[in-house]
T-cell receptor
């Protein structure tokens, strides 16, 4: 069966520090991968998605970047965090074809102070 | 641009009641609609997926319907239990890349 892992689960970082959140999927190949953010009082916002290694699409302009160095690994990064980057970051995957279910990881809660 | 709205924003019911959560979307050209559950501080758990060609899906006490032409979906929960307390989110998929547009969610509280 397929599983999705995210880490770290929680992170407290000072403004201006770098960020790296990692997501990996097991038990499947060539998945579509997604990063969503859920800020306090707001809905889920799609940040990035990837349909293959090295292929990254950004949905909104922001202080963050994403990379997909391996088929089942998706990384969310920032060189210098802003207060507004605080939120709950969720990684998700779906099979690469068909109208299929999106499965989410447990999330990473980032607090920028 | 797709917009998804969920009504009500919050709902509090006594245990045992049947209840309906509503979701509406502005662009009827969707691939599918998915209902999720989110417990506080947790990730999202998929409850039901309705393809654009389907009218409804059922899983246990949950039944979701889809009226694509009118841009509406409902999630029906039968015989509600305190363990059903959570935020319920609906999301529509509008393209082949699987990107979802989410509603703001309905916060459900079922009290004993």
């Amino acid at each position: 069966s397929q599983t999705i892992h995210q880490w770290p689960a929680t992170l407290v970082q000072p403004v201006g520090s770098p960020l790296s959140l990692e997501c990996t999927v097991e038990g499947t190949s060539n998945p579509n991968l997604y990063w969503y953010r859920q800020a306090a009082g707001r809905g889920l916002q799609l940040l990035f998605y990837s349909v293959g290694i090295g292929q990254i699409s950004s949905e909104v302009p922001q202080n963050l970047s994403a990379s997909r160095p391996q088929d089942r690994q998706f990384i969310l990064s920032s060189k210098k965090l802003l207060l507004s980057d605080s939120g709950f970051y969720l990684c998700a995957w779906s099979p690469d074809s068909g109208a299929n279910v999106l499965t989410f990881g447990a999330g990473s809660r980032l607090t920028v102070l | 641009k797709q917009e998804v709205t969920q009504i009500p924003a919050a709902l509090s019911v006594p245990e045992g009641e049947n209840l309906v959560l509503n979701c509406s979307f502005t662009d009827s050209a969707i691939y599918n609609l998915q209902w999720f559950r989110q417990d506080p501080g947790k990730g999202l758990t998929s409850l039901l997926l309705i393809q654009s060609s389907q009218r409804e899906q059922t899983s246990g006490r949950l039944n979701a319907s889809l009226d694509k032409s009118s841009g509406r979906s409902t999630l029906y929960i039968a015989a509600s239990q305190p363990g059903d307390s959570a935020t319920y989110l609906c999301a529509v998929r509008g393209d082949s890349y699987g990107k979802l547009t989410f509603g703001q969610g309905t916060i459900l509280t079922v009290h004993p």
